[in-house]
């Protein structure tokens, strides 16, 4: 179990987790940070907030932000069609809590990961920012990686500038 | 001892007292003689007496006994208010108050304060003022007993379309059951030469005091211009006391009980009101209120969708339904919104007691006046003022006013001023620190900002901005800037709390004259009328009250396609931004584009948009912390089909405006 060094906060969550696509590559989220999966809903988009932002969504009476992480993760941006779906998700952010959705190319299922199959992400040759993913693992035969949505909104959504210029 | 949640119902309840205990004290210090006020003080301290000890205060319950002793002295004209029992009994509320919080203060103290209170009480006996008191409308803001409305249409207001029922409905609306109308017959001409169509008719009508005038302006809005419109606040005769089933055979026998001759109903509907004034007072948990809100916001969100529903069904019976509903909703929202209102004199009282004590601790002799006390603010802006304004009333007593020898010398009146005003405007609140000192030091600041870092030697940067750097973070520390005065001291607290309330903040300040902090702040957090717009393929909301003018894009604008212009309007230069270009959107422009005016803190700037859409009721909804340092946007809001509209942020729409004009001034020079 020595490679599985540093990830003993990572397995338990692994028992569950919502494994969906973007950009054509696999990807698991654990369920303890995902609040529901929705079909397409109206988006508003927010002019001058950068790419990551998708927009705005209306559940039930509340306004939430939508990130759209392939910019980030250097992905191609796919259109949005029948099978895009966008992941709630509840956690901490900055000390606060934030909900917020993700666009999801297609969301496959919710499965379970064996911690065996976790490996570190390669620090070189991936598309991957530092910090932007827990660690790879194996599903279905396949290369699944496992996004660390803190960091990820920690480092790099929430400081995205966003002034407005009128130039 | 009671268990800690008891303890805190005491607490709560006490807080009322407490307040009521220092106003009336603050009160004495200015007009010994009220009795009504020794009465209310005395009140006041009897039911923190017996609540205290019922809840298990017991060493607050025996101190205040004796405080009350020394007004039970004073109630029965055994001894007069001298300011040093004032000041003495400041001090014994202090004391209370630190008890109340669960502090545990030296035992000595409260003898110690006991034989003060005693000594100042018994010192001398004195005669009882037997006069009537003269000085009530310090006790309480001169209540509004009743509106006295007149007013007469145009001529051909019916002609022209104009419905006078539908007016006089909409006051009933405002002012609720108790609206009476008279119908003013004096101008009708001759039956030979009336005009079967036109309106000769003039209305008075009495409206309840508890309603304000804006709200019976705001039934007028469009037409004021061309009528006659004479509104007159009645006041009432007598303040009313806060307790009058007691208070006149309490503590003044000379105050005017209701006269017997009064006709009979009107003397019953008069005590009601004085008694639904002084009982009829809920206390809720604030969060409770914000629930109602958000519900009500959901529902009001919900209407509309129905509403759009319902139009394109276009079924007559459905229609009726909705617009009842409709009706009910707004209702619903406006009485919602009542709910959260609450006066500035809610927070007064510590205001009071702050100059009170500033006079002491500084040594200078000053009013501290307070006007408009009765505006009323959202309950969150008036929380979130309270700290700011502390700040700011410090600074003007400490750093503005100089003492009273160096206004003799400036030859001004030795008696300094501070005054503190708030007022509506449009969907504002004004709120005005004011103080007669010797203003700022244009100068000093400069020099100072330049060694900060704030600005460089040669940035040319216009007086009103400069006055601006003090409320700049780490602008200045008490110590180091006594030529400027130490103004900033905290002062970006300040800064920071207006601006999370989406206020602005302007200083003006004539050296030798005074300071001016003139506070703007929106009227409510929660929702505003809003004009929809469209830009490209989406919808923005702008807050209607903003909104100036909406006119077809002029001829010679349409060409261009810069994200920036000007146009030329009664004689004035607007900039005007092309929302389209400043959010990036492309595809063709609509056919006939619009240009909405609006404007804010007296400048104004055009916005160039696809469509107008129509107005909507805009709950207004929090940007999540991903965009809210997205500062075009003020909020998000939902839209009668569900989707979301972002709702623009008019102040710094202005702001950017103002940026242009500069620009092209600077390219014109």
Redesign the interface.
């Known amino acids: 179990m020595t490679k599985n060094k540093g990830y003993a906060d990572l397995i338990p969550r692994l028992n569950s987790v919502v494994a969906f696509e973007m950009g054509g590559e696999l990807m698991a989220l654990p369920t303890d940070v995902l609040r529901e999966v929705l079909e397409l809903p109206?988006l508003?988009?927010?002019?001058?907030?950068g790419p990551f932002?998708a927009?705005?969504?209306?559940i039930r009476?509340?306004?939430?932000?939508v990130?759209d992480l392939r910019p980030l993760f250097r992905m191609p941006v796919k259109e949005n069609d029948r099978e895009t779906r966008i992941l709630i998700i509840e956690t901490t952010?900055?000390e606060?809590s934030?909900?917020?959705g993700v666009i999801a190319e297609a969301v496959h299922a919710i499965a379970e990961i064996d911690p065996e199959t976790l490996r570190p992400v390669p620090a070189v040759g991936t598309r991957w920012p530092q910090g932007t993913l827990h660690a790879m693992a194996r599903w279905n035969d396949q290369f699944v990686a496992i996004p660390d949505v803190v960091q990820i909104?920690e480092t790099h959504?929430?400081q995205e500038?966003?002034?407005?210029s009128?130039? | 001892m009671m268990d800690a949640e008891t303890q805190e119902i005491f607490r709560q309840e006490a807080e009322a007292l407490m307040e009521a205990l220092q106003e009336g004290l603050l009160v004495l210090k200015d007009t010994p003689d009220d009795l009504e006020v020794v009465a209310g003080v005395f009140r006041a301290l009897h039911t923190i007496k017996g609540t205290g000890a019922m809840f298990g205060f017991s060493r607050l319950a025996s101190f205040v006994h004796n405080f009350e002793a020394a007004f039970e002295a004073v109630r029965s004209g055994k001894a007069v208010v001298t300011p040093e029992l004032v000041n003495v009994a400041l001090t014994a509320y202090d004391l209370i108050a630190e008890l109340l919080e669960g502090g545990d203060p030296d035992p000595a103290k409260d003898a110690e304060l006991t034989a003060a209170l005693n000594a100042a009480t018994t010192g001398e006996a004195a005669p009882a003022t037997a006069a009537a008191p003269a000085a009530k409308k310090d006790a309480a803001p001169a209540k509004i007993e009743s509106w006295d409305l007149q007013f007469r249409l145009p001529q051909d207001f019916m002609e022209i379309g104009g419905n006078p029922i539908a007016m006089l409905d909409e006051l009933r609306e405002v002012g609720g059951d108790s609206v009476s109308v008279r119908l003013l017959t004096d101008r009708l001409p001759p039956i030979a030469q009336m005009d079967p169509r036109a309106l000769y008719a003039g209305f008075q009508v009495t409206l309840p005091g508890t309603i304000k005038e804006g709200a019976i302006r705001d039934v007028f809005m469009f037409h004021e211009d061309q009528m006659e419109l004479n509104l007159t606040a009645v006041h009432a005769a007598e303040a009313a006391a806060p307790a009058p089933a007691e208070a006149p055979k309490a503590a003044a026998p000379a105050a005017p009980a209701a006269p017997a001759a009064e006709p009979k109903a009107e003397t019953a509907a008069k005590a009601n009101k004085a008694a639904s004034a002084a009982v009829a007072q809920l206390r809720v948990a604030a969060d409770r209120v914000d629930l109602i809100m958000d519900r009500v916001g959901e529902l009001v969100i919900a209407e509309a969708r129905l509403a759009a529903i319902a139009a394109q069904l276009q079924n007559e019976a459905l229609l009726g339904v909705v617009e009842d509903i409709q009706r009910l909703a707004l209702g619903l929202r406006d009485s919602t919104m009542a709910l959260r209102m609450t006066p500035l004199s809610s927070i007064m009282g510590r205001f009071r007691r702050l100059s009170h004590d500033l006079a002491e601790t500084t040594g200078k002799t000053f009013d501290f006046i307070v006007e408009g006390e009765e505006t009323e603010l959202d309950k969150t802006v008036v929380e979130k003022l309270t700290d700011p304004l502390v700040h700011m009333i410090r600074n003007s007593v400490d750093h503005g006013l100089e003492t009273p020898e160096q206004r003799a010398e400036a030859g001004k009146p030795e008696r300094g001023l501070v005054k503190l005003s708030a007022r509506h405007a449009g969907a504002e609140v004004i709120i005005e620190i004011i103080d007669d000192g010797r203003g700022m030091n244009e100068a000093a600041i400069r020099k100072r900002a330049i060694e900060r870092g704030l600005m460089t030697e040669d940035s040319d940067i216009p007086r009103s901005e400069v006055l601006k750097m003090v409320l700049e973070p780490g602008f200045s520390t008490a110590e180091q800037v006594t030529a400027l005065s130490g103004r900033g001291v905290g002062a970006d607290v300040v800064k920071q709390a207006i601006e999370s309330l989406n206020g602005s903040i302007d200083i003006t300040s004539e050296p030798g004259f005074g300071t001016t902090f003139c506070l703007r702040l929106p009227l409510t957090l929660a929702i505003i009328e809003g004009l929809l717009i469209g830009v490209a393929n989406d919808r923005y909301a702008l807050p209607l009250l903003a909104v100036e003018q909406i006119l077809e894009l002029p001829e010679k604008l349409a060409k261009g396609d810069s994200a920036t212009d000007v146009i030329e309007l009664n004689n004035e230069l607007v900039p005007v931004l092309r929302l389209r270009q400043v959010f990036n959107r492309t595809g063709t422009p609509a056919a006939h584009p619009k240009i909405v005016i609006v404007g804010a803190n007296d400048t104004r700037v055009g916005l160039v948009v696809d469509e107008i859409i129509g107005t909507n009721q805009t709950v207004i909804k929090q940007l999540s912390p991903l965009h809210s340092r997205l500062k075009i946007f003020s909020g998000a809001t939902i839209l009668g089909d569900g989707c979301v509209a972002l709702i623009l942020d008019v102040i710094h729409l202005v702001t950017l405006g103002q940026e242009i004009e500069q620009r092209l001034k600077g390219n014109a020079a």
């Open positions: 109206n508003t988009p927010v002019p001058c907030a932002s927009g705005l969504i209306n009476g509340v306004v939430l932000p990130a952010v900055h606060k934030l909900t917020v909104f959504i929430a500038p966003q002034l407005v009128v130039d």
